[in-house]
C-alpha cells in the first residue's frame, strides 16, 4: 500500500488524489483527505491533519471526516472540512461552521467585454471603493432598525425584493432562492443584532473582496453557456458573509454549549469542537438562529450586486438591464445544512447535518436541490483565487454526492501566516506589480490588507481546481481572472 | 511581561504573560488591538466595562468577547487596556475543580476593566472577526507557579 508520510501522521492511499487518516485511538471514523502529493505537502505543514483527525471524535460522524485539496489549520475544524453528522443521534457544531456564518461568493454576469472596460479601469475601481462600504467601521449600505434586521432574518433575498434592492430573477440564481427555511431571529442574540445592524451591506476585511473579471476560458462549451458564460466577458465576484451578526451568533452558541452540555464537550479533543445534541433544544436553537444569520449574508451579498450595478450604471452610462447584470449563482462556503444522503453498504438514507467551513455545495446534475435554472448541468460553483491568480467557476461533478456529502474545495487555501505575509510582502509593492504586470487595479482600505492577500501566501488554485476536477466532485466549466479588485 | 503575535495560516494569535492574572487579560486585549491595527492614534476617551463568567478561562473569552462587540457598536477600537479587578465567586463554589459552576448565578468570576475607545475613522484597522477557543491556554507562569505571575495564549479569527 501506498503510504504519505506526514511527520508522525500516516496517510494511506485510498486511490488516486484520497488518502485516509485510518481509525484509531477515540476516532470514530477514519478521516480523509482529497488531494495530490503536491498539495498533501503543502497540506502537512501545519496543524490542518490533527484538525481533521480531531474531527472524526464528533458524536454521529458518518462515513468519514474529509478535508477538501485546499484545506488548511482552522480553529478546532480544519477550513476546508466537510463533516457529515447524524441529525438523529450526532451533534451539530457551531465551529464545525464558522464564525463567518454563509460566508460565501456570488457571481454576476454582464454582456461586456474586457474591451469594454479597459481604459475605465480606475474610474471603475475608484467608484466601486468609493460606493460598496468595506473595511472596519464603514457603515452599510442600508442602515437599519431592530424590526428590519429581524425582518432580514427571517425573509432573506425576499426582503430586498420587496424593498427594491433585487429583482426576482436574483432569488430563483441563489442557493435556496435566497431564503433558508427554519430561521428564527428570536433564537439570534440582541448583540447579534445591534452588531449586524450597521453593516447590512458590507464587505467587511480579512479576504474578502468584490472584483471585476474577465472570462478567460471556457472549459466546457456546454456547461459554459447553460452558466451564459463565454471567453472575454466581464463578470464580477463578490466574497464576504454575515458581519458581526454571525461572528457574535457563533460565539453566543459556543458559550451556551459549554455551559448546557460540558459532558460532550469533555469528549471532544479541542474545545473550539464544542457541539449541541441533536435532539436537543440548544441544538434546535443554533440551528434556527444559524439559518437566520444565513438569511442576512444573502441580504448582505444582494445589496453589494445592488449597488455594483449602480455604479456599472453611472461608469458606462447605460441601464443595468441592458447590460444584461444578472446573477450566476450564490453559495455558501461556511454552512451546516440538514440534508438527507444514502450512506453505508446497504443504502441507507439518513438525515445529516452536513457542515460545510471553507467548502462548497457540489450537487450534481439532476438533483433536485440544484435550482431548475441548471438542473440539467448541475449546481454552478464559484471558486474564487487570489488577486494575481484568477478564479475557477465549477459545476457540481457526479462523483460529489459519493465522496464527499456533494462538496468541493471554496478557494485556492492559505499556504502563510499573516504576520510572516506583512514580513514578505509590502502592500504597496503588490499593488503596483499587479498593475503593472498584470493590469489589475486593486484598492483596499489598508497596504497591510493587500501584503496579507497577496497572492504568494496562497496555495496554487490551479492544483485545487484540477484535483476536484479529477475526482469529479466539481468540474472545471471556466476560468476567470481580476480587472479590477476592492477589498477592506 | 507584555504580549507577542504569533503566526497562525488564516488567523492571528496572542502569546501573553503579566505578574498577575489583571496584567495577563490586559496584555492578550492588547495583543488583540495590535492585531487589528498597526499604528495606533492618540485619539479617544477612556471608558469602562465590566464582564462575568463561570470561570477564569471563559472569563478571558468573554471579556475579549466583549472588546469585539465594543467596537462593532461604539465604532471604536479599545486600545490600552487596563483591567482593574478580577475577583473570584464570593459565593461558595461549588464545583470540584474550584474553577466556580456554570449558569447558577452566584458564583461567577467578575472583571473590572477599561480601555481608550479609537475612533475607527482615525485609523486604518482591519477586522478581528472572533476570539476562538482553539488552543486557548491560561495558567499560572513561574517554576515553581506561585509567583502570581499567569501566561495566556489565544487564537483570533480573522
Wanted: with cysteine.
Amino acid at each position: 500500500m501506498t503510504t504519505f508520510d506526514a511527520d508522525g501522521i500516516t496517510l494511506e492511499r485510498v486511490r488516486e488524489y484520497v488518502w485516509e487518516i485510518p481509525q484509531d485511538g477515540d476516532m470514530r471514523v477514519p478521516a480523509r483527505v482529497l488531494a495530490s502529493e503536491e498539495l498533501l505537502e503543502e497540506i502537512k505543514e501545519d496543524k490542518t491533519l490533527e484538525q481533521i483527525t480531531n474531527t472524526t471524535h464528533l458524536p454521529g460522524i458518518t462515513n468519514h471526516a474529509i478535508c477538501m485539496p485546499d484545506g488548511h489549520q482552522g480553529y478546532g475544524f480544519p477550513v476546508g472540512g466537510v463533516g457529515a453528522l447524524d441529525a438523529e443521534n450526532g451533534c451539530i457544531s457551531p465551529g464545525a461552521v464558522g464564525y463567518d456564518i454563509n460566508c460565501g461568493v456570488r457571481m454576476m454576469r454582464t454582456n461586456l467585454t474586457y474591451d469594454d472596460v479597459r481604459g475605465h479601469e480606475e474610474e471603475l475601481v475608484e467608484s466601486l471603493f468609493a460606493n460598496v462600504p468595506s473595511g472596519l467601521g464603514g457603515g452599510g449600505i442600508v442602515e437599519a432598525g431592530v424590526d428590519t434586521v429581524d425582518e432580514i432574518l427571517a425573509r432573506g433575498v425576499d426582503w430586498a425584493l420587496e424593498n427594491g434592492y433585487a429583482v426576482a430573477d436574483d432569488l430563483r440564481h441563489c442557493e435556496d432562492e435566497g431564503m433558508r427555511e427554519g430561521a428564527a431571529p428570536d433564537k439570534v442574540s440582541q448583540k447579534a443584532k445591534d452588531r449586524g445592524k450597521n453593516q447590512i451591506g458590507s464587505l467587511g476585511s480579512g479576504n474578502h473582496f468584490l472584483e471585476v473579471q474577465r472570462v478567460t476560458d471556457v472549459f466546457d462549451a456546454d456547461v459554459g453557456e447553460a452558466f451564459g458564460l463565454e471567453e472575454d466577458q466581464i463578470v464580477v465576484l463578490i466574497h464576504c458573509g454575515s458581519r458581526g451578526l454571525g461572528h457574535q451568533t457563533c460565539n453566543d452558541y459556543l458559550r451556551k454549549i459549554e455551559q448546557q452540555h460540558q459532558g460532550l464537550l469533555d469528549q471532544l479533543p479541542d474545545k473550539e469542537l464544542a457541539a449541541a445534541p441533536a435532539g436537543s433544544q440548544l441544538a434546535a436553537d443554533y440551528y434556527g438562529a444559524m439559518n437566520a444569520a444565513i438569511n442576512f449574508a444573502w441580504v448582505n451579498r444582494q445589496l453589494i450586486m445592488h449597488r455594483t450595478r449602480q455604479v456599472f450604471e453611472r461608469v458606462f452610462d447605460r441601464s443595468w438591464e441592458e447590460m444584461e447584470m444578472d446573477l450566476l449563482y450564490d453559495v455558501a462556503h461556511n454552512i451546516a445544512k440538514k440534508e438527507t444522503h444514502t450512506v453505508g453498504a446497504d443504502g441507507e438514507e439518513r438525515e445529516l447535518y452536513v457542515h460545510r467551513k471553507g467548502a462548497t455545495r457540489a450537487f450534481p446534475a439532476g438533483h433536485p436541490e440544484v435550482p431548475s435554472a441548471y438542473r440539467e448541468v448541475g449546481q454552478p460553483v464559484i471558486i474564487p483565487g487570489s488577486m494575481g491568480a484568477g478564479s475557477y467557476v465549477l459545476r457540481g461533478g457526479e462523483n460529489s454526492m459519493d465522496l464527499t456529502f456533494g462538496s468541493t474545495a471554496h478557494g485556492a487555501g492559505r499556504l502563510m501566516s499573516r504576520t510572516q505575509a506583512k514580513d514578505e510582502f509590502w502592500g504597496g509593492d503588490v499593488k503596483q506589480d499587479l498593475a503593472d504586470q498584470q493590469e489589475i487595479h486593486v484598492k483596499a482600505q489598508s497596504g497591510a490588507t493587500i501584503a496579507e492577500e497577496a497572492p504568494g501566501v496562497y496555495k496554487d488554485v490551479d492544483e485545487v481546481v484540477r484535483v476536484s476536477d479529477e475526482l469529479g466532485i466539481g468540474d472545471k466549466v471556466a476560468r476567470t481572472f481580476p480587472v479590477c479588485n476592492i477589498k477592506g | 511581561m507584555g504580549y507577542e503575535l504569533r503566526n497562525h495560516t488564516a488567523d492571528v494569535a496572542v502569546a501573553a504573560t503579566g505578574d498577575s492574572l489583571e496584567a495577563v487579560f490586559a496584555a492578550v486585549a492588547d495583543g488583540l488591538a495590535a492585531a487589528s491595527c498597526d499604528e495606533i492614534a492618540g485619539s479617544g476617551d477612556r471608558f469602562s466595562l465590566s464582564v462575568t463568567a463561570e470561570s477564569r478561562e471563559a472569563l478571558l473569552f468573554d471579556y475579549l468577547d466583549e472588546l469585539i462587540y465594543l467596537r462593532d457598536i461604539r465604532s471604536e477600537l479599545p486600545v490600552d487596556h487596563r483591567v482593574e479587578s478580577i475577583e473570584p465567586p464570593s459565593a461558595s463554589d461549588r464545583s470540584d475543580d474550584g474553577d466556580g459552576a456554570a449558569g447558577d448565578g452566584f458564583d461567577e468570576w467578575q472583571l473590572e476593566a477599561s480601555a481608550r475607545g479609537v475612533p475607527l475613522f482615525d485609523i486604518d484597522a482591519r477586522e478581528i472577526k472572533a476570539v476562538t477557543y482553539s488552543e486557548m491556554c491560561l495558567e499560572r507562569a513561574g517554576t515553581d507557579g506561585d509567583d502570581g505571575s499567569w501566561e495566556a495564549y489565544v487564537v483570533f479569527d480573522v
